[in-house]
Structures are given as structure tokens and as C-alpha cells.
């Protein structure tokens, strides 16, 4: 099997069904794509307590530097309603000129783009002048705990290194080329919960009202600004998600009140500086007392989120430089270099080696009736193609 065409490639990939945290096959799949190409490729099982086990497969060809990593997952979310779907989610069916299928932009469409880039390389030029390898993950929709983070790990410890790696999520909110993620903001979570005394409504001279000095401490912290942004990423933003009491009766001032916030934060902050920004306005508002007044200080505690997610961003000029002319090269468009969005795997992989991600048109990630162009996986099969040529002409001649 020739893996130089992306369409094939995609069918393939879509007709396994792994939705995390199943392998599905479409590990299987890939080993048969890379191993004739001349990879070394290993299956990795990651393991921990409480969680799925999670199949991970790492691909390397070439045993010398300049070393490139593709990075990507090859689980999907679950299709929802089949029903809904105008072409089944794991047929991978072709319509004027759209393949369907659970996974099409997010992201085995990325990753059957890069295989094919790397298949034309090798049948042009021969093996990489250096390494290229796939780090491929199971488990980055689900809980992230057994896929790219312990892979990394498992990989460094047999000593591989990175010199830059692109991760192929989809990046481009309308048309391929538009963006380029060279960066992402971090996420940090918390849960806040206010002691207060149940009572009755009419007598709250008996009471206390734990919702009184919830809004204080949650007022505190949509309130200010946290920063007005920096050069490459736009301000945090914090948003209180849920506020719950659990009381069913409109007469009872209830014992409790929670709320829970996420706040996405740029480079102003780490997670620990803004946790103590975040501690520094809660303790101001829970004395003050603008809602309970003449009562002491709201009592609360609240509970952090374990693993937030760092912000980083990405400075190695070469790097984006060789992916951003392979963009315009290919396309004629200079993509916008970006840190909106979620988080992805790359924040993992930013602790090792330089990273930027870019792939396909994100709009109907993880809808019904997932579907990409395939016009656009050639194009974007080229773009990687170019990106390929263009990093190690770099890499080699610094
Ligand atoms: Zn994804």
C-alpha cells in the first residue's frame, strides 16, 4: 500500500471506529502506512489508576538529527445520533466532493496529510537527512492523562529528542491557511464554597445568607480585569460557571453555596501567580461587606482544579517561518499567527521542543456530518510537504 495519497489515508483512519478510549484499529492502520515507508514503530499502553488503558503508537525514521515530530491523536468523540449523520460517521463516504466521517478535520485528516507529505518526501528524495517521527496519541478527547503527556515521557527516557514538532490539529476557523497556532493560553479552574447558618427567610437575622457572600467573592473576580492582554495573546478572561446551593425550598436560607469559574490566561500570568492574584481578591471581598453588612468576614474555602494548563508561547523563528512560507507558497495566503482557542497537546509538548500546530478547517469538529474537503487535504498535504522541505533546509544549514 501506498500511503502517498491523504484520501485514502483518511478512509482508511475514518473506518476505525476509536472513540476514546478504544484504539479502534486506526493505530493498527497507521503502522501499515508508516512501516513500509522504512519507520521504526512502537505501540505504547499507558496506564493509571482509575483511568482506561490508552494504545499510543510512536514512529521514527532516521537515527540522526535535524529530528521533526508530527504529533497528533487518532481518537475521535463519540458520533452522537448515527441517525442525524447524512453519511454514516465511520463510512469515510465521498459526496460532491466532501468526505465524511467522525474525525475528518479533528484529526486524522491532519494526520493523514502529514503521512502522505512524509510518503512523498521518501519516494522523491529517499529517507529524511535526519529523523522525522509521529507521536501519536489515544487519548487526547478523553482525559489526556495516558496519551501525548506520558508518551513524551516514555520516548525522552529512551533518550529521543526533539529539535521542533507541528501538531496537526485543525487551526483554521474558514479557509485553509488562515492560521497558524504558535501558542495558547492556560486554563486554571477552582470551586469556591461559603459556609453560612440555614434559616428561615423571614427571620435572616438568625440566619446567614452563604449566597450574600458568594456574590461578593464571585463580583471580586469578574470585576477588574485581570490584564489588558499582551503582544500575542488577548486578555484573560475568567467566567463563573456554575453557582449551586441545592436547595429545593424558597423559604430556607440554605447552609451552603458553591460556584465554580475557569479562567483562560495569557503570558502576564503563570498558574501559581494567578492563583494568588485570585486568593489576594477573595480575601479582600470576603471582608468587606457590601452585601452582609455588620457581619464578620465571609467564611469560604475553595479547591483548585488539579493539572491546570500552562500558557506558553512558541519563539522559534525558524519554525514558524518554514511553516509560515509553506502556507503562502501553497495557498498565496499569510496565515495569522495565533494563541486563541482551547488547549491542546501541544502544551505537553512545548516542555521539550519548540512546537507550532496547524491543519484543517476546524468548523465541523465534532459535529454531525464531520466532513473536509478533499481539495483541501491535497493542499494541505502539500503545505506539510513544503513545510518538511523548508525545516530541514533550515535546520541543516544552521
Ligand atoms: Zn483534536
Redesign the pocket.
Known sequence: MSATNPVNNLQALIRCPSVTPAEGGALSVLEAMLAPLGFKVERVVARAEGTPDVENLYARIGSGGPHLMFAG?TDVVPPGNEADWSHPPFAAEISDGMLFGRGAV??KGGIACFVAAVARHIEKHGAPEGSISFLITGD??GPAINGTDKLLQWAAEKGEKWDACLVG?PTNPDVLGDMIKIGRRGSLSGRITVQGVQGHSAYPHLADNPIRGLLQLTHALMDEPFDHGTTNFPPSNLEVTTIDTGNPAVNVIPAKATAAFNIRFNDTWTADSLQSEIIRRLEAAAAEGSLRPGRDPVRYEIVWNERPSHVFLTRNDALIESLSLAVEKITGRRPALSTTGGTSDARFIKDYCPVVEFGLVGQTMHMVDERVSVEDLETLTNIYGSFIANWFAHARSA
Open positions: 491523536h479533528d484529526m487526547e478527547e490539529e
